[in-house]
C-alpha cells in the first residue's frame, strides 16, 4: 500500500477520465494508482492505443483498477492511429477534439451501464477541462463530477480577480511575478477563446465543464502555492481541493515508449561530471519553428557548456530525413552534447546527477518535474499556461526565461547564451538559483506532503457525496 488506509470502511468508485495528452494521462493514472492503494476502485478511462502505452501498475493495485477503452472515431485529417496530442501536428488539435467529442455517446453507454440497479455505480467522475459532455452526462446521471486542472493555482487566482494580500506571512513568492507580455495574452486569447474545428472554443469547454462539477481539483500543494491556494478558496463558486504534485517514480518514465535509445542516453550522462549537463526538452506538443530550432541551438553550442536534448521535429517539416539542425552543429558539439530524438525517460534523465540544470518549456507537468528534482530552470515557455508558469518560477528566483522579443515572441541565440551562463556558469547568478531550486525541492518533494494531500482528497470526495 502507497497510503494509510482510509477511515472511511466503505471504497468508492471513482472514474477518472484523463484529456488525451500524456501530461495528463500519466498523472491521471498515477491519481488512479493512488486511491487503488487506499482500497478504491478506479475506472480508468481512454483510447486503446493511449491505454496500451501507460506504465504498468504494481501488481497488488492493477485488480483496484479498470481500464476502460473507448475507441476514438475517424476524423478526415488526422494521421492514422493518432488518440493522443502527442501523435497530432498542432494545427490539427481543432480535428484531434472533434473526435474526441465522438467519445461522448459511448462515455454515456459506460455510464449507463454502470449506474443500472446492482451495477458497480460510480461515487464520482473526474474529468479535464475538455470534458464539459462527460461532466453533463454525470450531472444527468445523478453522479458527482470533479474538474481536474493541471495548472498552478495561481493562475486561476489572478483570473478570478482575488486580491493579494500586503502581507503573506504564508512562506508564498519572494516577489510578484512579472506581467504577460502583450504577444502572450493574444496567443492566449486566440488559442483559448476562439472556436476551433470541434465547433467550440477551449474556454467553452472549461466553463461548461465547470458549471457541470461540484468541486475543482487542482495539481498543486499548499506547500508550493500558499498564497494562491489561501486567495482561491473557490473557483467562480466551487469548492478548490488541491490533491498533490503526483511525482512519478523514475522507473515509471522508464516505462513509457521504451526505445532503444534510452541505453545510449544513460551510458552517455554516466560519463559526464556531476552537475555538468543541461537537460533540454520543450514538451511534444507544440514544437518550434525551424528557425527557432537553429537559434537554440546556436545558442546552445556558443554557451559553451554540456547539454542533452530532446529534440523534437519542428513546425513546417514533414520528412523525417530532413537534418533540422544547422550545418555542423552536432561536429562542433561532439564530445560535450548529445541530441535525442523521439521519446526520452525524462524523470530517470532529471534525477540523474549529471544533470545541472534543465531547459524547459514549462509545461506544468515538466515544471514539476523540474522542481522535485531540485533543478534550476532556464525557462522558454512557447504557448498556453507555460509562460505564466515560467514568470511564478523566476518570481520564486529558481532560475531565469530566455530574453523573447515583445512583438512576436522570438528569442535569439544570444539570448539562450545569456540564460544558460546565468543558470550554469556565472557563480552568483548560478548559487542564488541553485540554492532556490533546492529549497523548493525540500518543501515539495517530501512523501508525507503529498500523501496528505490525497488522504484529504479522498474525504473532500467523501464529505461532498454526502
Known amino acids: 500500500m502507497d497510503g494509510a488506509a482510509d477511515a472511511d470502511s466503505s471504497p468508492m468508485h471513482v472514474v477518472i477520465f484523463p484529456w488525451l495528452a500524456f501530461g495528463h494521462l500519466l498523472p491521471g493514472l498515477e491519481l488512479a494508482r493512488r486511491l487503488a492503494s487506499r482500497g478504491h476502485r478506479v475506472s480508468f478511462v481512454s483510447t486503446p492505443r493511449n491505454l496500451a502505452r501507460l506504465p504498468p501498475l504494481p501488481p497488488a493495485l492493477a485488480p483496484r483498477v479498470d481500464l476502460v477503452q473507448l475507441p476514438l472515431p475517424r476524423v478526415d485529417g488526422l494521421p492514422d492511429g493518432a488518440e493522443s496530442t502527442n501523435d497530432v501536428p498542432y494545427d490539427a488539435f481543432g480535428l484531434h477534439r472533434k473526435a474526441f467529442d465522438g467519445l461522448a455517446a459511448p462515455f454515456a453507454s459506460f455510464l449507463d451501464a454502470a449506474c443500472v440497479p446492482g451495477g458497480n455505480r460510480p461515487d464520482w467522475i473526474v474529468v479535464d477541462n475538455f470534458h464539459h459532455w462527460a461532466a453533463a452526462a454525470a450531472v444527468d446521471r445523478k453522479v458527482p463530477c470533479a474538474l481536474l486542472l493541471h495548472c498552478p493555482a495561481s493562475i486561476f487566482a489572478a483570473i478570478a480577480g482575488q486580491p493579494r494580500p500586503e502581507h503573506d506571512d504564508t512562506g508564498g513568492e519572494p516577489q ?54 489561501a486567495r482561491l478558496p473557490t473557483l467562480f463558486g466551487k469548492p478548490v481541493v488541491p490533491f498533490g504534485l503526483l ?149 520564486r528566483q529558481v532560475g531565469v526565461q530566455v530574453q523573447r522579443d515583445e512583438k512576436d515572441w522570438s528569442f535569439g541565440r544570444h539570448g539562450v547564451v545569456r540564460a544558460v551562463r546565468a543558470v550554469m556558469v556565472e557563480e552568483e547568478s548560478r548559487r542564488v538559483f541553485k540554492m532556490n531550486a533546492k529549497k523548493l525541492q525540500e518543501s515539495v518533494a517530501d512523501k508525507e506532503c503529498h500523501e496528505r494531500c490525497i488522504d484529504e482528497f479522498v474525504q473532500c470526495l467523501r464529505s461532498h457525496s454526502r
Open 247 to 395: 511525482p512519478r517514480s523514475p522507473d515509471d518514465s522508464a516505462a513509457v515508449n521504451k526505445d532503444e535509445n534510452d541505453a545510449v542516453i544513460m551510458s552517455w550522462l554516466d560519463a559526464q561530471p556531476a552537475g555538468s549537463v543541461v537537460y533540454v526538452a520543450l514538451g511534444s506538443e507544440v514544437p518550434l519553428p525551424v528557425e527557432q530550432v537553429h537559434e537554440l541551438a546556436h545558442g546552445l553550442d556558443l554557451a559553451g557548456t554540456r547539454f542533452l536534448w530532446a529534440l523534437r521535429k519542428p513546425n513546417g517539416v514533414l520528412d523525417d530525413d530532413t537534418d533540422v539542425l544547422p550545418p555542423g552543429f552536432e561536429q562542433r558539439t561532439r564530445g560535450r552534447g548529445l541530441v535525442a530524438t523521439g521519446w526520452v525517460p525524462q524523470v530517470r534523465i532529471l534525477a540523474h546527477a549529471a544533470v545541472g540544470a534543465f531547459l524547459t518549456h514549462c509545461g506544468w507537468n515538466s515544471t514539476i518535474e523540474g522542481i522535485l528534482s531540485g533543478h534550476a530552470l532556464i525557462m522558454l515557455p512557447i504557448y498556453g499556461d507555460q509562460g505564466a508558469n515560467a514568470r511564478m518560477m523566476e518570481a
Open 176 to 229: 510578484p511575478p512579472a506581467a504577460e507580455p502583450a504577444f502572450e495574452s493574444e496567443q492566449r486569447r486566440t488559442m483559448f477563446v476562439n472556436e476551433d474545428a470541434s465547433g467550440i472554443s477551449i474556454a467553452q469547454r472549461l466553463f461548461s465543464t465547470l458549471q457541470s462539477s461540484s468541486l475543482v481539483a487542482m495539481r498543486t500543494c499548499v506547500e508550493l502555492e500558499p498564497d494562491a491556494l
